[in-house]
């Protein structure tokens, strides 16, 4: 039995709530201002780590999910780190998706897109 898949690989987006860390907290309202600065409509919060506060910017994100193609089989591992070096610098992450009863499986990345 052959199966062959044809077709675009589409890209699911979903909005989340992403953090940043800004540094050294000097004070509460200059935590929010440099938050806001950088990401529009992002609030920023004091918040300790050890013996300082770090200023932690909240923010609105959207999370990109796209396959990387139909694969024989697929190593969680491997998919991770094709994910990690295809979307440098974007927190990305893989894993491995099986067309049910079928020996295909697709490596799905996640990956901040805004």
Do not use: W
Request: proline share 3%; aromatic share 8%; with cysteine.
């Amino acid at each position: 039995i052959m199966v062959v898949v044809t077709g675009a690989v589409m890209a699911m987006v979903v909005g989340d709530r992403c953090k940043e860390d800004l540094g050294i907290c000097q004070a509460k309202d200059a935590c929010n201002s440099k938050c806001s600065k950088i990401h529009q409509g992002g609030h920023g919060i004091c918040e300790p780590n050890g013996a300082m506060n770090h200023c932690l910017c909240y923010y609105d994100c959207e999370i990109c999910e796209k396959g990387l193609g139909v694969l024989g089989s697929c190593n969680e591992t491997q998919c991770n780190s094709d994910c990690a070096s295809k979307y440098p610098g974007k927190g990305a992450t893989g894993y491995c998706f099986s067309i049910v009863e079928t020996p295909y499986n697709n490596c799905y990345c996640c990956y901040y897109c805004s």
